[in-house]
């Protein structure tokens, strides 16, 4: 049986880190594992760093339940496989944060999102063979792929039919932090908690 590690919440909260993935990595060095995941995203630098560390086992195979989205989406394009449920969906856009401060301080913050995207439209593009510019207007654009565009995109390999587990949002999570949700997203985690 194959060894599977349950990523559900916000990328950056236990066990969506690279400190819980590369624990589990780690302890399946050289063997084929599953990460089941469903997550709104979260912190970028933690994605990245998740990326690396899936990246670098070489044996994982990423199974999207629900959604895989913002820096989650960017976390398992360091896979061997991505698997996507039918009705699951994936989502890349340009890293955004909060600032606050002098013009300054907001003028260095948007230099670093600035590298931070373009860092980040790299990886896809490797991860999908799209090329680097096409990607970089996608996530401009706040893209969200249904399996099968995220198979035809291969942003994917596989869509996977059949029951799922229950998926919800993480506590407090608002759909509308995002600026083009799907309504078919809304209506697959209506009974989530959501922020009001």
Known sequence: ??????????????????TGVGE??????GEAVELVVNSPGGCAFTGAAVMAS??????????????????ASLAIMGAARIV???????MIHDPSSLT??????????????DKLSATY???????????????AD???AETWLTAEE???????DEIATGQVRACAMPSGFDLNAFKHTPEAVRMRFAGSNRAA
Do not use: C, N
Request: glycine share 6%; net charge positive.
């Open 54 to 71: 899936i990246e670098a086992h070489g044996k994982v195979t990423a199974r999207v339940v629900g959604l895989a989205a913002s820096a």
């Open 150 to 156: 995220a198979v035809t995109l291969h942003f994917a």
């Open 121 to 135: 439209a790299r990886a896809y593009a490797r991860a999908t063979g799209q090329p680097v510019a096409r990607v």
């Open 138 to 140: 996608w996530m401009r």
């Open 1 to 18: 049986m194959v060894a599977q590690l349950i990523l559900e919440g916000f990328v950056g909260e236990d066990p969506f880190t690279q």
């Open 84 to 90: 996507m449920h039918d009705a699951a969906h994936l």
């Open 100 to 113: 606050i401060g002098a013009a300054e301080t907001h003028r260095k913050a948007a230099d670093t999102l």
């Open 24 to 29: 589990f990595l780690a302890f399946h060095q």
